[in-house]
């Protein structure tokens, strides 16, 4: 079995999710807050960050893109054709390129920002950094979104999933970080029908399912949020 510490709002451990949950694989999830910098959870990764991923009590395995590796080299050969990671070595590059893009760029300029500023300062303590959200952040991440949005429907609407003609681990990376900025209202979905279109069909999937059904006590969801005919 798989354990993973995670935070349902951090769009890298939503992504290990929906990986976990595409290839089948009995996970327990274990809520984890990085800022309270937990010893334990700091001898697992000193860098203190989400998510952590160990099986059966083996060594922790630290960050998304690594996960994915490990998921899809010990799972991946029994998928078949619903492997997530193609055969072509350029279309493997081509999906790589992707979740680094959605994973640490977009995260980078847009949905860190936002869950930083609208989430996880309502959990974390003042000496944490919690308190209000910053208007000037939240004004730059506005901002970046409709240029990241615009490129998803670029990818949509030139190729039938984002990196080629299957779906890959490239749509769970674009998916799991969206989904946290469609949570907050965030994504003008009205601005780009192709990537609207490419989300729903997401959004459709069964391992979507969790992802839509958390929630944030303080703050609820956008209407949209879990409506798969947004």
């Not at 951090?10 to 999830?29: D, M």
């Not at 700091?42 to 893109?65: D, H, K, Q």
């Not at 070595?89 to 920002?113: D, H, M, N, S």
Request: neutral net charge; proline residues 7%.
């Amino acid at each position: 079995m798989l354990k993973v510490f995670h935070h349902p709002f951090s769009a890298a451990s939503r992504f290990v999710r929906l990986v976990a949950a595409e290839y089948g694989i009995q996970t327990e999830y274990v809520v984890e807050r990085p800022w309270d910098r937990r010893r334990e959870f700091l001898l697992m990764n000193p860098a203190g960050t989400l998510p952590v991923m160990s099986e059966n009590g083996g060594p922790p395995i630290c960050g998304a893109a690594p996960i994915m590796e490990y998921i899809d080299e010990t799972r991946g050969y029994a998928m078949a054709d619903r492997r997530l990671m193609p055969n072509h070595a350029e279309v493997r590059a081509e999906v790589r390129r992707l979740v680094e893009w959605f994973l640490i760029k977009f995260e980078g300029e847009v949905t860190g920002y936002l869950v930083n500023e609208k989430i996880y300062k309502l959990e974390m303590p003042r000496e944490a950094g919690g308190g209000a959200p910053d208007s000037a952040v939240l004004r730059a991440a506005r901002a970046n979104v409709r240029h990241h949005l615009k490129y998803v429907g670029y990818l949509a609407g030139t190729r039938d999933w984002l990196a080629g003609p299957k779906l890959t681990f490239a749509d769970l990376a674009a998916a799991a970080t969206l989904s946290c900025a469609d949570y907050l209202g965030e994504i003008a979905w009205d601005d780009d029908e192709q990537a609207r279109h490419w989300y729903s069909r997401i959004k459709s999937r069964p391992s979507f399912r969790p992802i839509l059904a958390d929630r944030i006590l303080a703050i609820p969801p956008a209407p949209h949020y879990a409506d798969l005919d947004f």
